[in-house]
């Protein structure tokens, strides 16, 4: 394979059904909590729980550098070699193979190899915003790993936070990052209008109503990707407090739709992916269901978006 082909099938947008890998994606759901609560148990609150989530990574999902003591570690889902990688400021590594086993298992195999390291893990030791929330150490029903599966979920992943990513760079007021909440198992997004919002009646299965509070305590428009809402996963958007038409707001993309179920637009992975731009198709998404939250909440839009290229524009022989 040469290097243009190597490069044409990491940057595509692949296929995967979500009928074909929900047993392990509950599965990595699960995992992926165990891992996020590790973080967010060494991690300082930051606004909206942006300290707790994982990222996109050359090779999966990474927690990024956790500060622990006078050092520092990382957890890191790697998709291509199949395994979870634990490593310390001091030189220290260690590996869980991913296969077929058990939450119950994971966990075990995750704090021994903490323990080997010498990281306590005090969590709270069941999932959250599932029901039922079965204990990791007697959760036998989530035993799945399809590897190839999981490898094109995080291909998935990385075009969405690629996109997004771009989008994100619109703005300049007060944005999240591109970040993998593994309570809801998406990557989100979120702009802020820079005005409080009403406190959020919560709700969501076993998590407490301040968490969500917390998260939605600032005016804001969010969007994302999971692997649900369609065929092969959705894009989608909404705003919190919805402004009102909100929902009969126009959007400019031919098969998104507001859906009442879930209180948001969506526009299903396959759309995207079988357009012939689906760069465009996702980008176009992503800014018109934005502006009708902006527009609709009188956002003072002047003030919180500029252009991303601005420099480069205005001194394009100078940037490097």
Not at 152 to 173: D, K, M, P, T, Y
Not at 229 to 250: L, N, Q, R
Request: glycine share 8%.
């Amino acid at each position: 394979m040469n290097s243009a082909e190597t490069i044409n099938s990491a940057t595509s947008w692949p296929s995967l059904r979500v009928s074909d890998w929900t047993p392990t994606r509950d599965t990595l759901h699960m995992w992926t909590q165990v891992v996020g609560k590790i973080r967010m148990a060494h991690a300082p609150l930051v606004n909206h729980w942006w300290q707790v989530t994982l990222y996109v990574s050359p090779r999966g999902l990474t927690t990024s550098t956790i500060p622990y003591r006078g050092g520092a570690f990382e957890i890191e889902f790697d998709f291509l070699a199949h395994r979870l990688d634990a490593r310390t400021s001091d030189g220290g590594a260690r590996s869980v193979p991913l296969r077929a086993m058990s939450v119950a298992e994971f966990y075990a195999q995750v704090l021994d190899v903490l323990d080997q390291l010498g990281i306590e893990a005090p969590i709270r030791p069941r999932p959250n915003e599932v029901d039922p929330a079965i204990p990791f150490a007697e959760d036998t029903v989530h035993a799945s790993y399809d590897g190839e599966a999981a490898a094109l979920f995080w291909r998935q992943l990385l075009q969405a936070n690629r996109v997004i990513g771009e989008f994100r760079s619109h703005f300049v007021g007060k944005v999240s990052p591109v970040h993998f909440f593994w309570g809801g198992m998406d990557l989100a997004c979120t702009r802020f209008s820079g005005r409080p919002a009403p406190p959020h009646p919560g709700g969501a299965p076993n998590c407490g109503d301040w968490v969500m509070v917390e998260g939605y305590s600032r005016e804001l428009s969010s969007c994302g990707f999971w692997p649900g809402g369609g065929e092969e996963g959705a894009f989608y958007s909404y705003a919190y407090p919805a402004p009102e038409g909100f929902a009969d707001h126009p959007v400019r993309v031919e098969g998104a739709y507001y859906s009442p179920e879930f209180q948001q637009f969506l526009l299903p992975y396959e759309v995207a992916r079988a357009a012939p731009d689906p760069d465009r198709v996702v980008t176009e998404f992503l800014h018109s269901t934005y502006a009708a939250a902006a527009d609709l909440g009188r956002w003072d839009r002047s003030a919180l978006e500029d252009d991303p290229l601005r420099w480069h524009r205005s001194n394009p022989e100078d940037i490097t």
